[in-house]
Structure formats: structure tokens, C-alpha cells
């Protein structure tokens, strides 16, 4: 299954979260070290779901980027 993970550069860290995984956010230092902590993040958070018995949200959000004039 593949989510959708948005990762957003901050003054001194990048943080990153999945939309269709509320709650499910990582923070690093570099673009590379935040898109290794949230893949971690989204297999424990689904394993987390599984042994509570409860559903792993479908993956239905996706991203486009969208050029303007500024």
C-alpha cells in the first residue's frame, strides 16, 4: 500500500505527516533523515492498529503540484 506523505521544511527541521494515518508525524533534521523516520512512523503505526484490532485506513489521499504566476 503506498500513503501520501507530506513533508514540510521548517526554519531549522523537517516534519512530515500522512493524512490518511491521523497521527502519524516524524521530525528530523534533514529531508532525508524525516523520510526514513516517517516510513518507520506509518509500519509501527499500522502495527500498532492491527494488534488493537482495529482497521488500516485505505490510502485515498493523493498530491499534485500546481505552478502559478506570483
Known sequence: ???LVVIEQGPTSF??????????VAVGE?????AALI???IELHI???KAQG???PSAH????LVSVDA
Open 1 to 3: 500500500m503506498h500513503y
Open 15 to 24: 516534519g512530515a505527516y500522512v493524512p490518511d494515518l491521523p497521527g502519524c
Open 30 to 34: 534533514t529531508r532525508d533523515e524525516v
Open 39 to 41: 516510513q518507520e512512523a
Open 47 to 49: 502495527e500498532d492498529l
Open 54 to 56: 482495529q482497521q488500516v
Open 61 to 64: 489521499s493523493s498530491g499534485e
